[in-house]
């Protein structure tokens, strides 16, 4: 009781306010199941020192010692050590997302830097100074085609991430806008003749994602065609980055958006992370977020200034191109000084290593008996794995060895029943890779048995 900060007298006050008698009568609406009767299963009273060798021991405990082939649109990349000295800087740790940011012309510069890098990379002539998330900028993304095109239908590849399709079906539910999922071909990319019966000519958005959710790289121009021919704007979504380093950009979209994670921001349980967008010059004006822009002084002198910010904060609500997000400018600085500390070159040969090892473990895979990766098209570090057993069974083998063996497709696919998706990048070496083909090697075998059994079962019991 000592840490709630209103006392019984007032807590009761309130209920009567709101008509109930009791706390278990306002929470009534909540299904008894789910509903916590006991206390949380937390340890006592503990000292600072205590607290902290709590956390070392929990710690100690952790995946840290553990491979992980997880992927699916969170990536585990090298982080150089240098990009945390620089943003626990008090100058950027503190600033979060400028509000008078014109003070601060580092800040300012920061963001100009990162909106440079990010259209460079998608090929894009103008992009924005970030947003929350791969999911978010996705959404945004669909909203600013619907304004540009003044239409109400979005067609979108089941490929592209499922959480982002969630987020884009939250937002679009309650707007009486039509959104239509186009199933994936035997390539494991969009289905283009599916993708030409969907698209009308009250098509907002096409939304399609390279390297897709099954890691296959899709082939943009003919979505392109398609999307262009009926009216309609192509949204590209990009969750793995890295992969732009050494694939061609998707030029042919009108908007390129996604996640900037992999660019040296961590994992760490899911966010924050930063969000991107990009797209061509003369459709700027329904662009959200903020855009930084470089000019001069009376004196000539360089400087940086909040071009467009067109967010509720500084226009009036009903002209705001989103109500969201300014910016995720710490997170940016992240990427931006991880893509300078690597450089043009670098980036490339980073992205040519993640590859290779992605190659190697497919190779390795496919040798082992009833193993296949079912689909044809190219790959960057993520490859869909189909297992002839149970594939919960061959993920808890995986992780006796201390090896975090991927993503069940089914979670999200129910067709894909024993696929895995799995991720190498440069933090998963060849011997772990060998070490993860040992396991499927001795697990194969009894389950290729364990199918044929229940087959002949199966067969005698007909």
Not at 43 to 60: N, T
Not at 180 to 192: K, M, N, R, W
Not at 241 to 254: F, M, R, W
Not at 290 to 302: A, E, M, P, S, W
Request: hydrophobic fraction near 45%.
């Amino acid at each position: 009781m000592r840490y709630l900060p209103n006392s019984p007298a007032d807590r009761q006050a309130m209920l009567r306010a709101t008509g109930h008698d009791s706390i278990d009568e306002l929470f009534a609406q909540i299904p008894e199941d789910l509903r916590l009767r006991r206390p949380l299963n937390l340890p006592g009273p503990l000292s600072e020192a205590e607290i902290l060798e709590f956390f070392k021991q929990a710690a100690s405990a952790s995946a840290r010692d553990y491979v992980c082939l997880l992927g699916a649109g969170a990536y585990s990349h090298y982080r150089p050590v240098v990009i945390d000295t620089l943003i626990l800087r008090g100058e950027f740790l503190t600033s979060y997302t400028p509000y008078q940011a014109e003070i601060s012309q580092g800040n300012l510069q920061a963001m100009f830097e990162f909106q440079t890098l990010i259209a460079q990379l998608t090929g894009m002539e103008v992009a924005n100074s970030s947003l929350y998330d791969g999911s978010t900028a996705t959404n945004e993304a669909v909203l600013m085609a619907m304004r540009l095109t003044r239409r109400e239908q979005v067609v979108m590849a089941r490929t592209v991430h499922p959480e982002y399709r969630q987020v884009v079906q939250t937002y679009l539910q309650h707007q009486g806008v039509r959104l239509h999922e186009v199933p994936y071909a035997a390539s494991g990319q969009i289905d283009l003749a599916a993708l030409d019966a969907a698209t009308r000519d009250d098509t907002a958005a096409v939304v399609l994602q390279t390297p897709n959710f099954l890691g296959a790289l899709e082939s943009v121009a003919p979505v392109a065609e398609i999307a262009h021919r009926r009216g309609a704007l192509l949204v590209v979504a990009v969750a793995e980055p890295l992969s732009l380093a050494i694939v061609k950009p998707p030029v042919e979209a009108d908007i390129v958006c996604g996640e900037a994670q992999s660019f040296g921001v961590p994992v760490a349980f899911g966010g924050p992370y930063v969000g991107f967008l990009a797209t061509h010059e003369r459709f700027i004006r329904q662009m959200p977020g903020r855009l930084v822009g470089q000019t001069t002084d009376r004196r000539g002198r360089r400087g940086y200034v909040l071009t467009l910010a067109t967010r509720e904060q500084h226009i009036r609500r009903e002209k705001a191109t989103s109500n969201i997000c300014t910016s995720q400018s710490l997170m940016a600085l992240n990427a931006t000084i991880y893509l300078c500390l690597l450089g043009k070159r670098g980036l490339r040969a980073l992205a040519a290593h993640n590859l290779a090892k992605a190659r190697y473990a497919a190779e390795r895979l496919r040798a082992v008996s009833g193993v296949e990766t079912p689909f044809s098209a190219p790959h960057f570090n993520e490859v869909a794995v189909k297992v002839p057993g149970d594939a919960d069974e061959l993920l808890a083998a995986l992780r006796e060895e201390k090896i975090i063996g991927g993503l069940h497709l089914e979670r999200f696919y129910p067709e894909l029943k024993n696929h895995l998706l799995i991720c190498t990048t440069e933090m998963v070496s060849r011997t772990a890779i060998d070490a993860m083909t040992d396991v499927y090697r001795r697990w194969a075998p009894r389950a290729v048995r364990a199918a044929d059994l229940d087959a002949a079962s199966v067969a005698h019991e007909r």
